[in-house]
């Protein structure tokens, strides 16, 4: 178990990394915007590279929109999405939102 979260660890450290390097271009073409959230998120925001990562394929556009407004202004603690939204506008969120949503998701509700 410790050695999994030493993993999750370095992976996150990496992708905080690149995110900070990368991520933050404004000038960065959208289709650039969307290979780096499936990066993390996986192709259609529909397979994560990891379990701690959400499926955002097929979410509700305005959830996605309100989420990536939220980690820009820091309402939402998480410091690898805050870099990554730090450059978006609200143009590109939409657009970003609204292409996620559009991509048919797998989610599921678990029955407890």
């Known amino acids: ?4 979260m030493h993993k999750l660890t370095i992976l ?4 905080w990394m690149f995110s900070m390097a990368y ?3 404004p000038a960065q073409p959208f289709e650039a915007r969307v290979k780096f959230c499936e990066s993390c998120h ?3 925001g529909n397979k994560p590279i990891a379990p701690i990562y959400p499926k955002i394929a097929g979410q509700y556009p305005d959830y ?3 989420v990536l407004q939220d980690y820009r202004a820091g309402r939402r603690p998480n410091p690898i999405m805050r870099a990554n939204a730090a450059s978006l506008d ?3 969120i939409k657009r970003l939102a ?5 991509k048919k998701g797998d989610l599921t509700v678990k029955q407890y």
């Open 12 to 15: 996150a450290a990496g992708i």
């Open 98 to 102: 609204d292409y996620f949503a559009s």
């Open 90 to 92: 609200d143009k590109t």
């Open 1 to 4: 178990m410790i050695r999994k």
């Open 64 to 66: 996605l929109a309100k």
């Open 42 to 44: 996986g192709p259609d």
């Open 23 to 25: 991520g933050q271009n």
